[in-house]
């Protein structure tokens, strides 16, 4: 099944049918094809634990899987909204007039804590499940408030106005980090459809790494989904290092979440 979107946002992935013959390195390919057609990024996902076979399959079609660890909220284990070193934590009010600067500010920042070196901390290094881009410039030292401010570019109106529907819908959430000396440090998102509610794209600069942005940020999205009456706050986490980390917030292990995209040696 292949979802495409509607509009400006976010491209989606193709994902197996539940309850049906696994999918053959035929149809991986021939979705491939179709993604190229469409102008999308060639991307897959899945839960290993109710489609086991097609990993290998996966595999075997020039694929790249990242076995991400599937982790949930049990909401007697999340942890208090704490005070954060030297900022605080806020969700973006759609109606406010800085919304849109703030949102792309938070795409920018999102852009330099994925794109940072290998060793940053791991609780910055989340899978965003394909939600970020992947057109992320070369990060050459460590950056901070000054290359945030130079990688932040306009967003177009059009995809302004439709975060802003999510926004007020309650359908998509955008919390943030902000220290009044040097502006939005971290974010990260709230994806709500229904009941069932998705955390993803938490990012922090990586001047700012160390200061339990993250955690805490999590914390708070996961607060909210509960707020508003969501019954299953989920995650993927980068590694089982991350997925440990999650584990004080919250989030118990459930499963594992296959992501998968082509090797980088095919053209």
């Excluded at 990993?55 to 949930?72: D, H, I, K, M, N």
């Excluded at 759609?94 to 795409?107: I, M, S």
């Excluded at 922090?204 to 607060?223: K, M, V």
């Excluded at 989904?225 to 989920?234: H, I, K």
């Amino acid at each position: 099944m292949l979802f495409v979107r509607e509009g400006d946002g976010w491209p989606y992935y193709a994902r197996p049918r539940i309850g049906v013959e696994t999918p053959s390195a035929a149809d991986i390919t021939a979705v491939r094809r179709r993604q190229r057609e469409l102008g999308i990024p060639e991307a897959f996902e899945w839960v290993h634990e109710t489609t086991p076979d097609l990993l290998a399959v996966a595999r075997s079609a020039g694929l790249e899987v990242l076995l991400a660890p599937l982790l949930t909220l049990d909401p007697a284990a999340l942890v208090p909204d704490l005070p954060v070193r030297d900022a605080v934590i806020s969700v973006l009010d759609p109606a406010g007039t800085t919304y849109p600067a703030d949102l792309a500010a938070t795409r920018a920042v999102a852009q330099l804590g994925f794109g940072s070196p290998p060793n940053a901390t791991p609780m910055e290094e989340v899978s965003a499940v394909a939600a970020l881009s992947t057109e992320t410039a070369l990060i050459t030292g460590v950056a901070g408030p000054t290359e945030r401010d130079a990688a932040i570019e306009e967003l177009h109106p059009d995809m302004v106005a439709g975060f802003r529907k999510r926004a007020t819908d309650g359908a998509y959430h955008t919390a943030v980090v902000t220290s009044p000396s040097e502006g939005i440090l971290a974010t990260g998102a709230l994806m709500r459809d229904g009941d069932v509610a998705e955390i993803a794209g938490v990012a922090t600069l990586p001047t700012a790494r160390g200061r339990g942005y993250a955690s805490q940020l999590t914390a708070t999205l996961a607060r909210r989904a509960l707020t508003d009456g969501v019954r299953l706050v989920f995650l993927s986490a980068g590694d089982d290092d991350v997925a440990r980390l999650y584990t004080k917030v919250g989030f118990r292990r459930l499963g594992t979440a296959c992501i998968a995209e082509p090797a980088a040696t095919q053209i």
